[in-house]
């Protein structure tokens, strides 16, 4: 279903988005908590600064966590940030001359409208592939498998709080983005399209439409693009620049158990993180992210 101006995302529903994505989640004392990849846990929605409550961390890893990660103050943390767009006058001015050019020709060569969630679980699972494909990703992903995009799908039309836009040329969906609105944010989810497309520009003509409507939006102040990731991306951190995304500052901590902690030493991690490369390659992203973290503070 659509948003209206008023709706939000609650913790339920975040707590059930991510269910439907495969992820399990737990509500701890100072936010939920979202199990991103097995053991590995992360504070949601991003934006939003934390301080652990007394034994929190603890209690995570009795639950099964071998390390944690969550946004705090940036004083408090090692310094990151988020990619935000908070232009009031947010427009085609906004973005960098190439980007600007890119999001003119796909507005002419596409037409982006809302697309329910129904249209998105029989279509859209063709066009993830595509992508994965393109991007040469392993295809360990409930957006892949037909079954479970078609369930995650059916979870995101019952859910308050989130709405789609599809690109569309001849009357064909050939692309699609996700839009989620939790406090004052607007969170973009999944903005893909079909590799045969890429040269007509819908991922920018995408990104370039739901910034506009959700920063006219009443109540939302910023549009994010994610947090900071601890893999070096360029050419995606490019496409954000260029997009009118800035780089807010904020903290970030990793805490591991003490479990685990031999996983994380240095020697560990290589060993570790060679086997999980060959036998794992989707959780091997996650482990690198956790073991390169540049600030880990221990805890019991």
Not at 104 to 114: D, F, H, S, V
Not at 122 to 149: F, H, K, M, P
Not at 157 to 170: I, P, Q, R, T, W
Not at 201 to 208: D, E, K, S, V
Request: charge should be positive.
């Amino acid at each position: 279903m659509d948003a209206s101006a008023e709706t939000k995302m609650t913790t339920l529903d975040i707590s059930r988005f991510a269910g439907a994505q495969g992820m399990n989640s737990i509500q701890g004392e100072s936010c939920l908590w979202v199990q991103k990849r097995r053991f590995f846990f992360e504070s949601v929605p991003g934006h939003r600064r934390i301080r652990l409550a007394p034994g929190e961390a603890k209690w995570l890893f009795r639950q099964g966590a071998l390390a944690i990660r969550y946004t705090c103050d940036e004083n408090e943390g090692e310094p990151s940030f988020e990619y935000v767009c908070s232009d009031e006058n947010f427009s085609l001015a906004t973005l960098a001359p190439d980007a600007r050019r890119r999001v003119r020709r796909g507005l002419e060569a596409c037409e982006i409208k809302p697309v329910g969630f129904d249209v998105l679980a029989s279509e859209g699972c063709a066009i993830n592939r595509s992508v994965y494909s393109r991007q040469g990703r392993v295809a360990e992903s409930v957006l892949t498998d037909q079954r479970g995009w078609t369930h995650y799908m059916t979870v995101c039309s019952e859910l308050s709080g989130l709405d789609a836009h599809g690109a569309f040329v001849d009357g064909r969906l050939i692309g699609f983005s996700i839009t989620a609105y939790v406090d004052n944010y607007c969170y973009l989810f999944h903005t893909h399209a079909y590799s045969d497309y890429m040269k007509l520009g819908p991922i920018y003509a995408l990104t370039f439409t739901v910034m506009q409507k959700a920063l006219a939006r009443p109540g939302i102040r910023n549009v994010s693009q994610g947090l900071q990731s601890f893999l070096d991306l360029p050419e995606v951190e490019r496409f954000k620049l260029a997009m009118g995304f800035q780089k807010r500052p904020l903290g970030r901590r990793v805490e591991i158990s003490s479990l685990a902690r031999p996983i994380f030493s240095r020697p560990g991690a290589w060993i570790v993180g060679k086997l999980l490369k060959k036998l794992r390659p989707g959780l091997w992203q996650d482990f690198s992210a956790f073991a390169h973290a540049r600030q880990v503070r221990r805890t019991a």
